[in-house]
């Protein structure tokens, strides 16, 4: 069965700083794998997509990598801003496209 | 850009009421998902459509429906809303095939059963 881990479950940075997002998955049979943001109290919106055969994945300040050998993703955000303060998922299709399991999700604050 | 539409941010509905959450999107997507989010349990699949009339059941199925008349248009039903249905309804859409399975998600509706 396919689990998917985010840690921290919170981080909270000073402005301008690099940081990292994690994501692990136990099942390296995965399709691709999306990085995801919601704002409190909105829906989520697609930061990046990863296919499986790909290695990373880059958007402006945001670079997404993959190794799915090892079971892991990350979300690396550039030069920190207080607009990225928000939830950052990771999820991935399972088995099929019915099944996207969900990472509980790592809870960002950019302090100024 | 792909973009997928919730009829409501907000509901309020009473116990007992049948709700209709609605959810359309414009990018002739085959794949379409109803999901609810509540802390700590995170984003958990009530149903998924895979084709107009096509339904699946997902994790918790128990107290909702979906219909499915029009590819573009997929409808979560609370056939008696219940307090436990008080949630983040998200719906999400994606086109078919597993190489590229990107979802998008509408903005949500926040359901409130009094």
């Known amino acids: 069965k396919q689990e998917v881990t985010q840690i921290p479950a919170a981080l909270s940075v000073p402005e301008g700083e690099n940081l990292v997002l994690n994501c692990s998955f136990t099942?390296?049979?995965?399709?691709?794998l999306q990085w995801f943001r919601q704002d409190p109290g909105k829906g989520l919106t697609s930061l990046l997509l990863?296919?499986?055969?790909?290695r990373e994945q880059t958007s402006g300040r945001l670079n997404a990598s993959l190794d799915k050998s090892s079971g892991r993703s990350t979300l690396y955000i550039a030069a920190s801003q207080p607009g990225d303060s928000a939830t950052y998922l990771c999820?991935?299709?399972?088995?099929?496209?019915?099944?996207?399991?969900f990472g509980s999700g790592t809870r960002l604050s950019i302090r100024p | 850009d792909v973009k997928v539409t919730q009829s409501s941010r907000y509901l309020v509905k009473r116990t007992g009421e049948k709700v209709f959450l609605e959810c359309v999107q414009d990018?002739?997507?085959?794949?379409m998902f109803w999901y609810r989010q509540d802390p700590g349990l995170g984003l958990r699949l009530i149903y998924f459509s895979y084709d107009v009339k096509m339904k699946e059941k997902g994790d918790i199925p128990e107290g909702y429906s979906v219909s499915r008349e029009k590819k573009e248009r997929f409808s979560l039903i609370l056939e008696s809303a219940s307090t436990n249905q008080t949630s983040m309804y998200l719906c999400?859409?994606?086109?078919?095939?597993?190489?590229?399975?990107?979802?998008?998600f509408g903005q949500g509706t926040r359901l409130t059963v009094v």
């Open positions: 099942d390296s049979a995965i399709y691709n």
């Open positions: 999820a991935v299709p399972y088995s099929s496209a019915s099944k996207i399991i």
């Open positions: 990018m002739d997507h085959e794949n």
């Open positions: 990863i296919q499986s055969s790909q």
């Open positions: 999400a859409s994606s086109v078919s095939g597993d190489w590229n399975t990107e979802a998008f």
